[in-house]
């Protein structure tokens, strides 16, 4: 606190990021990042980017890059826009689409990041609960909301929900904006942009971070009506007209043109889930159904924070949050079949 302020900062609750510590052979299963690097291709175009270009400012329209994303999902550069991450495709979202008199609404149990863009925009919001299975029922959302916002598969659980049931809320909903934040749909799921075209009310949110190894270059997209588009656009270039630098849109086409090495490093983190989850499931924890590259599990009889902390000295980190509901459960990001070996090992030691 201090006397130089503006007063809105003070008031602020920022969102705190998972840690990156600086240990080294750590086991790192606490941010959702992908274990196998990214493809050949796009580190290739990073060095080709490293160049005398530099100097000059990037498209700050990212036309090639909006091309090759819209070729890809089958939809013209006007469907598309893209930003420093996802988070930041979000936080632009909150202020161009999300801010109306009545309350946006988004699960109790979901992304923490959306309550913070609410404190940020000063956004009325409405958490509504998830079922007792850690299921959103989108027939809850039609009360009164002036948007709607949900992950899906929805973090941090992984669980998913189906096409059908985001189509219905779309028609219920034709006249308020729904947005759905895809950041783990290529880990199990179908994405909503196929629904893009039939309803101008859908905004979908996507990240290179996860299924396509990029955390680092901070990629992130929507697609949606060229409406919705242009109130991203206006708030963009009304903030920061370069948000994504030389390199990162040259990184993030090669990503969207190697779609072998993508449909490859996708599949392996799914397969290491699925046996990660019957090993943890034997050790007696309960794991929800998991469509994401993270798994949600909690042990009946053994304390959330203490398992955390267990693994910690083994130098194997997993996220632990300690909020209502979700203090018992442990989110553990999909690793190589060798972490996720380590983590096994490690928990049955700790549960001996
Ligand atoms: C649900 C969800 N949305 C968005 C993001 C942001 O991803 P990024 O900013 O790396 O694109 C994350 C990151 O963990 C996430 O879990």
Not at 84 to 98: I, K, P, R, T, Y
Not at 285 to 310: C, I, K, T, W, Y
Not at 319 to 347: M, N, Y
Request: hydrophobic fraction near 45%; include cysteine.
């Amino acid at each position: 606190m201090s006397k130089f302020w503006s007063p809105v900062v003070a008031r602020l609750t920022p969102y705190v990021p998972g840690e990156q510590p600086k240990i080294t052979n750590l086991v790192k299963l606490n941010t959702n990042e992908n274990p196998y690097g990214p493809s050949p291709k796009v580190l290739a175009a990073l060095k080709d980017a490293a160049s005398d270009h530099l100097r000059l400012y990037p498209d700050a329209n990212a036309d090639d890059l909006k091309a090759t994303i819209a070729r890809y999902h089958d939809l013209t550069p006007a469907h598309v826009f893209v930003g420093n991450g996802s988070d930041e495709v979000l936080a632009h979202a909150f202020l161009a689409l999300l801010k109306h008199d009545r309350p946006l609404c988004f699960p109790d149990i979901s992304y923490s990041f959306y309550p913070v863009y609410c404190g940020l925009y000063d956004i009325d919001y409405r958490a509504v609960p998830v079922d007792e299975a850690y299921r959103i029922d989108l027939n809850d959302y039609d009360d009164g909301a002036g948007a709607v916002i949900f992950p899906n598969p929805n973090a941090p659980t992984g669980r998913l929900l189906g096409l059908a049931d985001i189509e219905a809320l779309l028609t219920r909903l034709h006249d308020r904006v729904v947005v759905i934040d895809e950041a783990y749909i290529d880990f199990g799921g179908d994405s909503a942009i196929a629904l893009v075209r039939r309803h101008p009310n859908l905004l979908v949110v996507q990240t290179l971070s996860k299924s396509r190894s990029l955390a680092g270059l901070r990629v992130g997209f929507a697609v949606g009506h060229p409406e919705l588009i242009e109130a991203l656009e206006r708030v963009k270039n009304s903030f920061n007209s370069y948000p994504l630098d030389r390199p990162a849109q040259l990184g993030a086409i090669a990503a969207f043109e190697d779609e072998a090495y993508f449909q490859e490093a996708r599949a392996k983190v799914i397969a290491s889930r699925e046996w990660l989850v019957e090993d943890l499931k034997e050790l007696g924890f309960d794991v929800l159904p998991s469509a994401a590259n993270f798994v949600f599990a909690r042990h009946p009889q053994r304390d959330a924070g203490e398992l955390a902390a267990a693994l910690r000295q083994r130098v194997i980190i997993v996220r632990h949050f300690k909020l209502p509901r979700i203090d018992q459960f442990l989110r553990i990001s999909i690793g190589t079949d060798a972490e996720c070996e380590a983590l096994v090992k490690a928990l049955s030691e700790i549960l001996a």
